[in-house]
């Protein structure tokens, strides 16, 4: 992805640029998780790039890193990893241990997986990466469909679960919906025996949610995904790990525990915040040509483009360091400080959002909430069509949907990494009759439950569909996701 802007000539504000060689340490940067960050974010953003331009200097929770907030020098960023590679090792304050141990952010960081790792071995990791999510994201294989059809019907199961409490009524669709959606199909594409996937699931919700039971589920879920890895070395099958270890053969067990335990934690914090943000856009309106034109087959991937640039759910990327001395905004960036590009502030930036009005001539596909550059998402398309078949089916299911809060009252919860919706309260109608939990024919695997939506040939069924006939939960389903189960069932108003 090569985007070239013409260059406006202004570099923004920097009124209070420090002078050439003042090191960031020495700047004595605000910090960047205030209040206001948590609530109002673009005002955090533009008050920065006031006071410095396109680059500033800032503390993140005690630890001071440059965040960049300008379109034109995230691109420069993310597409020169060797001037600015990612990896740990290269961050100069570590290295002289001016890291605290206790850092708050040290455990998303200190995990050595393809997303944070620099350094030669990346190279060939990211191409097996890409080798074992191809099986899976392109339409036209049958791991692809076998993945929509098992979406399709894990949104079954939990619309069905949900409107246990009545044909209409009141219902939290992240917790009921987007958040446990993604994770089931993280469980199907991890492909986890019996009901051991459905512990490891409850327990990546403890370390996203970080209370303070997330140590001992991180310690936990380290442990499962280390037996899973093993379990694939032994006797390969036809899902991701097995994928990724026949694409690189010399991944250890831990390495490629490490491997799942992002794929997990992408899965379903990033592709639930998608679901929650889209499904927002259609029921609040703010969709372009109204609810029933924005799900006719192009357009939920289309809505879904728009959501993912107005909201990316990856509101700042993980560390780069800088090379060597360089020269970025109004700063000369040290060799070893730590760079966090911010696709948030970056798509504020007037020379991005100015060339985002109607009859521009850049696309909206040039924004940044997938990366760019070498390391840009290499599962942009297996997350749109995960949240695709999600937000479908649940406009299928339900004939009335509507906002139970105002849209600018909808609590949002925030990182330093991600922003996505705290709770997404709803009224609903179902379509039809409430479908009662019952027992599937004894052949009929839980995975196999019909996808009416989808097309056989991978394409989505266009806009018109008839109201679908609301399937029953498979019991044997329940039972294999007893813990999950029992948490959702809970949750039935
Ligand atoms: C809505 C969902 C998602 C969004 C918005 C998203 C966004 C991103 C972004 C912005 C990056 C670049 C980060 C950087 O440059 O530091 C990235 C990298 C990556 N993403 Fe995604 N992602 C999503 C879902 C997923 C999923 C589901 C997977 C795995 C199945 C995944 C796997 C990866 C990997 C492996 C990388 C690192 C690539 C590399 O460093 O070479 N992502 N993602």
């Known amino acids: 992805m090569e985007f070239h802007l013409v260059d406006d000539g202004g570099e923004g504000g920097g009124e209070t640029a420090a002078p050439d060689g003042t090191r960031l340490e020495d700047l ?9 960050y948590e609530t109002r974010p673009e005002l955090v953003y533009e008050r920065l790039r006031e006071r410095h331009g396109p680059v500033a200097p800032v503390d993140l929770l005690g630890v001071p890193a440059w965040l960049v907030l300008g379109y034109r020098e995230s691109l420069q960023v993310l597409q020169d990893d060797a001037g600015w590679p990612k990896g740990l090792e290269n961050w100069r304050a570590r290295s002289e241990g001016r890291v605290p141990a206790d850092w708050p952010l040290a455990p998303s960081l200190e995990v050595n997986h393809i997303l944070i790792q620099g350094g030669p071995g990346h190279r060939a990791l990211r191409s097996a990466w890409d080798m074992a999510l191809r099986p899976f994201q392109d339409p036209r294989n049958p791991q692809a469909k076998r993945l929509r059809a098992a979406v399709t019907g894990y949104a079954d199961e ?35 025996p019996g ?107 289309e809505t879904m483009n728009r959501v993912v640039m107005r909201k990316p759910p990856l509101v700042n990327f993980v560390p780069r360091f800088a090379a060597e001395d360089t020269r970025l905004g109004n700063h000369t960036i040290h060799a070893g400080d730590p760079v966090w590009v911010s696709a948030a502030a970056a798509h504020a930036d007037p020379l991005f959002a100015g060339r985002m009005a109607p009859g521009s001539s850049i696309s909206s596909r040039a924004h940044l909430s997938w990366g760019a550059g070498p390391r840009q998402c290499p599962a942009r398309e297996l997350a749109s069509s995960i949240a695709a078949a999600g937000v479908r089916r649940l406009f299928e299911r339900f004939g009335h949907l509507e906002l139970a809060l105002p849209v600018d009252q909808l609590p949002w919860r925030s990182s330093p990494f991600m922003r996505g919706l705290r709770s997404l309260p709803v009224r609903y109608e179902l379509v039809g009759p409430v479908p009662h939990i019952t027992a599937p024919p004894a052949a009929k695997a839980p995975d196999a439950v019909p996808a009416p939506a989808v097309a056989s040939d991978g394409v989505e069924a266009p806009d018109g569909v008839e109201a679908p006939e609301a399937p029953a939960v498979p019991d044997q389903a329940v039972r294999r996701r007893s813990s999950l189960w029992r948490y959702l069932a809970g949750l039935i108003r």
Do not use: C, Y
């Open 195 to 301: 009901s051991q996937g459905d512990d490891a699931l409850m327990d990546m919700w403890r370390v996203l949610d970080a209370g303070p039971d997330a140590e001992p589920a991180l310690e936990r879920l380290l442990v499962t995904l280390g037996e899973l890895a093993a379990a694939k070395t032994e006797k390969p099958g036809d899902d991701f790990p097995s994928h990724l270890l026949a694409a690189h053969p010399d991944l250890s067990v831990d390495a490629l525990a490490r491997e799942l335990f992002m794929l997990l934690g992408m899965v379903s914090d990033h592709v639930g915040i998608l679901i929650s943000n889209t499904v927002v856009e259609v029921i609040s309106g703010e969709s372009e040509g109204g609810v029933r034109t924005a799900l006719s087959a192009g357009m939920v991937r």
């Open 158 to 192: 939990l619309i069905t679960l949900l409107a246990q409490g009545g044909r209409t009524g009141l219902a939290d669709l992240s917790a009921q919906f987007s958040r446990p959606l993604p994770l089931m199909a993280a469980s199907h594409l991890l492909g986890f």
């Open 28 to 36: 004595a940067p605000e910090p960047l998780l205030t209040r206001d």
